[in-house]
């Protein structure tokens, strides 16, 4: 039997390469598509760099000075620690639809412990009240720097609650199991196969936003949600661990077959979550422009 070989510049590759195919497959995507860039970093980082000092400071001072200037520094490395965990929180909040508040307010309790690690920081060679301005001071900074966590849920106004817990659930222990995928590839430090898992992440997110919008899907979801998924991502810890031993061997091939097969496959049921969620909205327009006809309006 024949076989087509193709490399990266041959008419096949171009094509698969392109936005778009003509074959009805899945849509070939940037690696940064639907990426926007983390906020848990750079001002976030120097939170961790900023008691340094301290730390290094109490070792030359009498066993006072000592215990406050590690507990202000311990303070402040568990402050960063929650600011960074609750920017991370809010992140995953903001990018879905319906989503319940955090349950711990880490950016809240991250405000507090700055607080109260400056006000023991400014209590080694400082009055009481000048630690406690600086402390409230600290609280204040860094709530404008950072805000406060989201304080309720997001899409769950007026409708089923439910059906939104069902839904908010599923693409919770959905989103498991793509975090499991990538912190796996992460391992082979292959920015190529990296990408190519971003992709298949992008195109399962794209289902997870639409059952999302329309709750009554996710019962031919689940599926995909959860058995796919949880398959997809112990076929990728099986497939790093078999690739870090031989690098040159098949699987890489069959595993991007199998993330070929999945990204089609996800794709296409989302299309056709689309295409009835349309033919809903077409049935109730046809409704009430048949009501208001009876009612004597015209439409047009």
């Known amino acids: 039997m024949s076989q087509r070989y193709g490399g990266e510049f041959s008419p096949k590759s171009s094509d698969r390469n392109s936005d778009t195919q003509h074959d009805g497959g899945p849509v070939e995507r940037s690696p940064y598509h639907g990426k926007t860039r983390s906020r848990a970093g750079g001002r976030v980082n120097l939170l961790f760099l900023a008691p ?68 023991l920081a400014g209590s080694v060679d400082g009055s009481p009240i000048i630690a406690a301005a600086l402390g409230l001071l600290g609280v204040g900074l860094h709530a404008f720097s950072f805000g406060l966590d989201p304080m309720r849920d997001k899409g769950m106004e007026d409708v089923d609650s439910f059906q939104t817990d069902r839904v908010a659930r599923a693409v919770t222990e959905a989103e498991k199991h793509l975090r499991a995928m990538k912190d796996a590839i992460n391992r082979t430090k292959d920015r190529r196969l990296e990408g190519r898992v971003d992709r298949f992440i992008a195109t399962a997110r794209d289902m997870f936003r639409t059952v999302e919008d329309d709750p009554r899907d996710l019962t031919a979801a689940r599926k995909y949600l959860g058995v796919y998924l949880l398959g997809a991502r112990d076929a990728t810890t099986k497939f790093v661990d078999i690739h870090m031993r031989d690098p040159s061997g098949t699987a890489r091939a069959e595993y991007e077959t199998l993330l070929d097969d999945l990204e089609a496959n996800f794709a296409a049921r989302t299309r056709q979550f689309l295409n009835d969620n349309r033919t809903d909205l077409d049935v109730e327009i046809e409704v009430l422009r048949e009501r208001l006809a009876r009612e004597g309006v015209r439409t047009e």
């Not at 202000?72 to 991370?88: D, K, N, S, V, Y």
Request: aromatic share 12%; glycine share 10%; proline share 6%.
């Open 52 to 119: 340094l000092p301290l730390a290094f400071l109490a070792f030359f001072r009498d066993p006072g000075d000592l215990i406050l200037r590690l507990l202000a520094f311990g303070a402040l490395i568990g402050a960063a620690w929650l600011t960074r965990e609750g920017i991370l929180a809010q992140e995953e909040y903001d990018a879905r639809k319906i989503a319940r508040r955090p349950a711990i307010p880490r950016k809240l309790f991250g405000s507090a412990m700055t607080g109260i690690g400056l006000f």
